[in-house]
């Protein structure tokens, strides 16, 4: 079956520090995949997408992501971080051609602590 | 324009009870998917409808059960609750069910079973 994993449960930074959220996948085939956000007391939102083409994605917010297909992971970036980043850090799939967005397997999550 | 809309925001069931949840999609938009999300976890792919037929299920039990209306407002019905169904529960509606078209979720329902 198909899995997403996240490495981190939990990752305090102080504002200015880069981040770096791992992502690994379990599928052998083409993927889909995805960064969502859930900013406290809101609902999830897309932050960025990978269907096909250039593995590095840039996102909303200055987020950015590489997808590594020998590696099988989709590790999330910012080079300076925010305390407005301050959120829960989502990773999704979703495999091949005719894989939707509406079912989408996600990984545990990784919640994001940024100190002013 | 109106996000995702769901009701309840909360309630709290009893063991055994069951329990309605309903959602209302973006205008225009015709695929709606259900979600649980327990305390920790990520999200847990339910059920996905589109054009009022199911188009996906995930690894949940028969007393899991869906339906989409003709104006693609859906429901989310959970018999003979059990403790361990206590989530939130997601709704998330898109334009079309193709892989590059974006979801949009709602708030959610949080369920309490006590």
């Known amino acids: 079956a198909q899995s997403v994993s996240q490495h981190n449960h939990h990752v305090i930074l102080s504002e200015a520090a880069s981040l770096e959220l791992g992502c690994n996948y379990s599928?052998?085939?083409?993927?889909?995949l995805f960064w969502y956000v859930q900013y406290p007391g809101q609902h999830l939102q897309l932050l960025l997408k990978?269907?096909?083409?250039?593995?590095l994605v840039k996102g909303i917010k200055g987020f950015e992501a590489e997808f590594i297909k020998s590696k099988f992971s989709f590790n999330l970036r910012k080079p300076s971080v925010q305390w407005s980043d301050t959120a829960e850090y989502f990773c999704?799939?979703?495999?091949?051609?005719?894989?939707?967005?509406?079912?989408?397997?996600f990984g545990k999550g990784t919640k994001l602590s940024v100190k002013p | 324009d109106a996000g995702v809309t769901q009701s309840p925001t909360h309630l709290i069931k009893t063991r055994g009870q069951q329990v309605t949840l309903r959602c209302s999609p973006i205008?225009?938009?015709?695929?709606v998917s259900w979600y649980q999300q327990v305390l920790g976890q990520g999200p847990q792919f339910i059920f996905q409808?589109?054009?009022?037929?199911?188009?996906g299920r995930g690894n949940f039990p028969d007393r899991f059960s869906a339906r989409q209306f003709p104006n693609y407002s859906s429901e989310l019905n959970v018999n003979a609750l059990l403790l361990g169904d206590s989530a939130l529960y997601l709704c998330?509606?898109?334009?079309?069910?193709?892989?590059?078209?974006?979801?949009?979720f709602g708030q959610g329902t949080r369920l309490t079973v006590v």
């Open positions: 205008s225009g938009h015709k695929s």
């Open positions: 998330a509606s898109s334009l079309r069910r193709d892989r590059r078209t974006e979801a949009f």
């Open positions: 599928y052998g085939g083409t993927v889909n």
């Open positions: 999704a799939v979703t495999p091949g051609y005719g894989g939707s967005q509406g079912n989408l397997i």
């Open positions: 990978y269907f096909s083409g250039d593995p």
């Open positions: 409808y589109y054009e009022k037929e199911e188009r």
